[in-house]
């Protein structure tokens, strides 16, 4: 049974590109979290999806935004990177039960020069 | 609001040595706590979780946790400690019927032989 998958592992863009990350759930699970964790720090919650609709959102500009396909696998992007935007982006599946816990993926590392 | 406050962001104990990591959390209902370990370069793993059942939570890796509501605590402890053990711990605290954590700032284990 595979994990959260998440591709890719590494990236490194420019100010002012747009990025696209990519997340496949564990199977069986049907809700997606993405987060963002700077270095030195704990993730901070972007966004979830289920039933492909953003559910909830964190505290991120609209310049983050996500998708998720029937499939329940997910991809969040962000336009207009920032130097700040520099981060490992963490992809978290769960059901959608109260109390369900989240299982994390590996990660994309994202560089912005 | 919620919010975690992991207590000491290094800890360095001796290989064989207990290992005491401190969170303490404010909920203003009776929330769902976790623990996470993550290795270098790698996403978050659960350790264990705190849903109310009982108030001593065994998890994986001979790691334990104690909810006490008096204290508003939920400190990892581990009786002898591992070179293996060395990561980054993250405590998060979740309320009933939310969907989302909030994580700490993780707290870095260092283990000496």
């Known amino acids: 049974d595979a994990g959260v998958t998440q591709s890719p592992t590494h990236l490194i863009k420019t100010r002012g590109q747009q990025v696209t990350l990519r997340c496949s759930p564990k199977?069986?699970?049907?809700?997606v979290s993405w987060y963002q964790q700077a270095l030195g720090q704990g993730p901070q919650f972007i966004f979830q999806?289920?039933?492909?609709?953003?559910?909830q959102r964190g505290n991120f500009p609209d310049r983050f935004s996500g998708h998720q396909f029937p499939n329940y696998s997910s991809e969040l992007n962000v336009n207009a990177l920032l130097l700040g935007d520099s981060a490992l982006y963490l992809c978290?599946?769960?059901?959608?039960?109260?109390?369900?816990?989240?299982?994390f993926g590996p990660g994309t590392r994202l560089l912005v020069l | 609001a919620q919010s975690v406050t992991q207590l000491g962001s290094h800890v360095s104990v001796s290989e064989g040595a207990l290992v005491l990591l401190r969170c303490n959390y404010s909920?203003?209902?009776?929330?769902?706590l976790f623990w996470y370990v993550q290795y270098p370069n790698q996403g978050l793993q659960l350790l264990l979780k705190?849903?109310?059942?009982?108030?001593l939570v065994k998890g994986i890796n001979g790691f334990e946790a104690e909810f006490k509501k008096s204290e508003t605590s939920f400190h990892l402890t581990k009786p002898s400690a591992h070179m293996s053990d060395a990561a980054e711990y993250f405590c998060?605290?979740?309320?009933?019927?939310?969907?989302?954590?909030?994580f700490g700032r993780g707290t870095s284990l260092i283990v000496h032989p």
């Open positions: 705190y849903t109310s059942a009982a108030t």
């Open positions: 199977s069986g699970h049907d809700t």
């Open positions: 909920s203003s209902v009776p929330p769902y």
């Open positions: 998060a605290v979740r309320k009933g019927g939310s969907y989302i954590p909030t």
């Open positions: 978290a599946s769960s059901h959608d039960r109260v109390g369900e816990t989240q299982y």
């Open positions: 999806y289920y039933e492909e609709e953003e559910r």
